[in-house]
């Protein structure tokens, strides 16, 4: 158990739908970094939250957003879903704004659209 | 983007062989990081590097900072088949800068 916590594990939705995905970040870190990793991809970082603010953006969608609450814990939204969505989705937190002591991953969420 | 050049992309190996890869890219690095995933689940740290030069190891791996700063080197002795996963590396030119990830080496053991 890496102490970092997302749930659900699994999530099959349709074509078009919206979905949550949350991520309770080890304790004491204040970041929380979410990546996409595609079937055989390698690993694409979305966005950064630290300590409640919006630190970094990467490749991530217009129909995707994120926040992160004031306990820390964060939710990824994924809007007007497509087949091409389907991937893993990994969350992540380290204690400071940057990841140059590496990061704690969670065991991900899988999503497939259908 | 910038980009890491991670190689080779696959490696099939007997157990107990020792296995070799590295990371190269054109822009210098003041950190590198190297992460294991196994099959269903979220990489794992298994070694940090913040020097040039730098030779770490953890059990039966060895991780080199290149003393150019542009590349990394993971070394994996007498394999065993738990090393079967895909190995990443990562490295961070700036702290104000995120993670620059390479594409993963997938390890598989021959039967």
């Known amino acids: 158990d890496s102490g970092v916590t997302q749930t659900p594990k699994h999530l099959i939705t349709a074509t078009g739908q919206r979905v949550t995905l949350r991520c309770s970040p080890r304790?004491?870190?204040?970041?929380v970094y979410w990546y996409q990793q595609s079937l055989d991809q390698g690993l694409q970082f979305l966005i950064q939250?630290?300590?409640?603010?919006?630190?970094a953006k990467g490749n991530i969608l217009e129909r995707f957003s994120a926040q992160q609450f004031p306990d820390l814990h964060s939710e990824l939204n994924l809007s007007s879903l497509e087949l091409g969505d389907s991937a893993l989705y990994f969350c992540?937190?380290?204690?400071?704004?940057?990841?140059?002591?590496?990061?704690?991953f969670g065991s991900g969420t899988r999503l497939t659209v259908v | 983007g910038q980009q890491l050049n991670q190689s080779p992309q696959s490696m099939f190996i007997q157990e107990g062989e020792d296995v070799s890869m590295n990371c190269t890219s054109s822009s210098i690095f003041n950190t590198w990081l190297w992460y294991k995933q196994d099959p269903g689940e979220g990489p794992v740290l298994l070694i940090a590097?913040?020097?040039a030069g730098e030779l770490t190891s953890n059990g039966r791996l060895t991780a080199q900072f290149g003393i150019t700063r542009k590349d990394s080197f993971l070394n994996i002795s007498a394999s065993i088949p738990s090393d079967v996963g895909i190995y990443f590396c990562?490295?961070?030119?700036?702290?104000?800068?995120?993670?620059?990830w390479g594409a993963g080496t997938k390890l598989i053991i021959k039967p």
């Open positions: 590097l913040y020097k």
């Open positions: 939250y630290y300590n409640g603010e919006e630190r």
């Open positions: 990562a490295g961070l030119m700036d702290s104000n800068y995120q993670l620059i």
């Open positions: 992540a937190s380290s204690i400071g704004p940057s990841p140059g002591y590496g990061y704690t």
């Open positions: 304790s004491g870190d204040l970041s």
